[in-house]
């Protein structure tokens, strides 16, 4: 079956730091997407990303769809992005919300 | 804006009993989902609604049903809680099927099973 594979497991920083979060997936997908999972455990989307490269703020996602592989890039961290963070994919097929998701990387700031 | 309300918040149950957990959306959306989020693992989807009166199996819906009200609630019941069981189950919604990329989700309820 479908397999999305993150790294690193976790990670710290010391505040102003970069990070840059991995996510390879095991067959072709349709689409992509990052979450953010907060320490309360919401979750909220930061990037829908078929294929290129965005940006929001301190944030880049950049998803190679031929080489199944997306990156999470957050710049000058702080303590505030701590969490957890997820990548899913959708597909082979429709874009819908049956998303296959990874195990996550959980990210600790530090001032 | 909209919000998704997941009840309760925290939920604590005996081995063998029936629980269900709620969930509201005024998004007026479609498409509603439950997934089930065990410690240091990604989520796994139960059961979706792609529309009213709709329902879905997931991955992983056996031991689980269903239930979708009307558009903006959609149920689950744990048909039997396990014995140390523990999870945290998320519930999303999107405007319709093939629009992932309005997915929002539910702040979760806590399972415990003693």
């Given at each position: 079956?479908q397999?999305?594979?993150?790294?690193?497991?976790?990670?710290?920083?010391?505040?102003?730091?970069?990070?840059?979060?991995?996510?390879?997936f095991s067959?072709?997908?349709?689409?992509?997407?990052?979450?953010?999972?907060?320490?309360?455990?919401?979750?909220?989307?930061?990037?829908?990303?078929?294929?290129?490269?965005?940006?929001?703020?301190?944030?880049?996602?950049?998803?190679?769809?031929?080489?199944?592989?997306?990156?999470?890039?957050?710049?000058?961290s702080?303590?505030?992005?701590?969490?957890?963070?997820?990548?899913a994919?959708?597909g082979?097929g429709?874009?819908?919300?049956?998303?296959?998701?990874?195990?996550?990387?959980?990210?600790r700031?530090h001032? | 804006?909209?919000?998704?309300?997941?009840?309760?918040?925290?939920?604590?149950?005996?081995e063998?009993?029936?629980?269900?957990?709620?969930?509201?959306?005024?998004f007026?959306?479609?498409?509603?989902?439950?997934?089930?989020?065990?410690?240091?693992?990604?989520?796994r989807?139960?059961?979706?609604?792609?529309?009213?009166?709709?329902?879905?199996?997931?991955d992983l819906?056996?031991?689980?049903?269903?239930?979708?009200?009307?558009?903006?609630?959609?149920?689950?019941?744990?048909?039997?809680?396990q014995?140390?069981e523990?999870a945290?189950?998320l519930?999303?919604?999107?405007?319709?099927?093939?629009?992932?990329?309005?997915?929002?989700?539910?702040?979760g309820?806590r399972?415990?099973?003693l």
């Amino acid at each position: 079956g479908q397999q999305v594979q993150q790294s690193p497991a976790s990670l710290v920083l010391q505040e102003g730091e970069n990070a840059e979060l991995q996510c390879n997936f095991s067959t072709s997908l349709n689409s992509m997407q990052w979450f953010y999972q907060r320490p309360e455990g919401s979750l909220v989307s930061l990037f829908y990303n078929p294929s290129g490269t965005k940006q929001s703020g301190r944030l880049t996602s950049t998803t190679v769809i031929k080489e199944r592989r997306s990156s999470l890039h957050i710049s000058s961290s702080q303590i505030t992005d701590s969490g957890t963070y997820l990548c899913a994919m959708d597909g082979p097929g429709a874009n819908t919300g049956k998303l296959t998701f990874g195990h996550g990387t959980i990210l600790r700031v530090h001032p | 804006g909209g919000i998704i309300t997941q009840t309760p918040k925290f939920l604590i149950g005996q081995e063998g009993q029936k629980l269900t957990l709620k969930c509201q959306q005024n998004f007026n959306h479609d498409t509603m989902y439950w997934y089930r989020q065990d410690s240091g693992k990604g989520l796994r989807l139960i059961y979706y609604s792609i529309t009213e009166n709709d329902l879905q199996k997931g991955d992983l819906s056996e031991g689980y049903d269903a239930s979708r009200e009307k558009k903006s609630s959609f149920s689950l019941t744990v048909t039997s809680a396990q014995k140390n069981e523990m999870a945290v189950f998320l519930c999303a919604s999107s405007r319709d099927w093939g629009s992932a990329e309005t997915l929002y989700f539910g702040s979760g309820t806590r399972l415990t099973v003693l």
